[in-house]
């Protein structure tokens, strides 16, 4: 779901008219929207998922923003372009978004999966991944083997990674554990290169497996692995103003 704004908002988005120009274009029934030829005023519009016309003609915002929600699988990087022509998360989504730069907020590793934001909005990519918003980050790791309780509330407390940084205090908790791995659910607000895979070394643990599932409050949910959503303008809203 695409943000929704007024029709005539929508239509002086796209420069065609001002806002009053815009209703009276209205009031003279020369929109159409979705095929239906529209006169009142204050009807909304989904922006990238209702079509508006003017005089038969397409209307477009020149400056519509986009907002999406992939659930990255492995295997693919977390850059527009990529110097070693791996495939990287925008090649999922460009088939159906092509018109515009899109690009990730923030990143998740090669090997790992789960939700990541993309965006062609540096206020929010600002927002979402600037230290000071410390914004929460919640991942399910896969780990080889048992784990301690002194390991989680090491974790917990933080630990040294990087020639002597130490991590923020993060929540942890084990979720199970079978076949031979333990399933931590962990939280953490700081963005480390392959931090939280760092974090598990440092008390004597490999990462096998790593997927996020939140940021803030924002959920993956049961989106599935390689699909992609716009996110809702709730979400937007509480991402842009936490």
């Given at each position: ?77 977390s850059t527009a372009k990529d ?129 996020r599932i939140k940021i803030g ?26």
């Amino acid at each position: 779901m695409g943000e929704i704004v007024r029709l005539q908002k929508y239509i002086a988005m796209s420069g065609i008219a001002s806002r009053r120009g815009a209703e009276s274009l209205i009031s003279e029934g020369r929109v159409t929207v979705n095929g239906n030829k529209v006169t009142e005023q204050g009807i909304k519009v989904e922006i990238g998922a209702d079509s508006v016309f003017v005089d038969g003609k397409p209307v477009k915002t020149k400056n519509k923003k986009y907002y999406i929600m992939l659930n990255k699988p492995v295997g693919y990087v977390s850059t527009a372009k990529d110097q070693f022509d791996r495939p990287t998360v925008v090649d999922i989504i460009k088939n159906d978004i092509s018109d515009v730069r899109i690009f990730p907020v923030g990143r998740l590793d090669y090997d790992t999966e789960g939700l990541l934001l993309l965006t062609n909005d540096g206020d929010f990519t600002y927002k979402v991944t600037h230290p000071k918003f410390h914004m929460e980050k919640t991942y399910i790791a896969v780990v080889k083997g048992g784990m301690t309780i002194s390991g989680i509330n090491k974790i917990r407390n933080g630990v040294y990674i990087d020639d002597g940084f130490k991590t923020s205090p993060a929540q942890a908790e084990i979720l199970d554990a079978y076949d031979g791995h333990t399933y931590v659910k962990i939280t953490i607000h700081e963005g480390k290169n392959r931090q939280v895979r760092k974090m598990f070394e440092a008390v004597g643990n490999k990462v096998v497996g790593l997927q996020r599932i939140k940021i803030g409050n924002v959920e993956l949910g049961n989106l599935p692995l390689g699909r992609w959503r716009h996110l809702t303008s709730y979400e937007i809203s509480y991402l842009m103003n936490r």
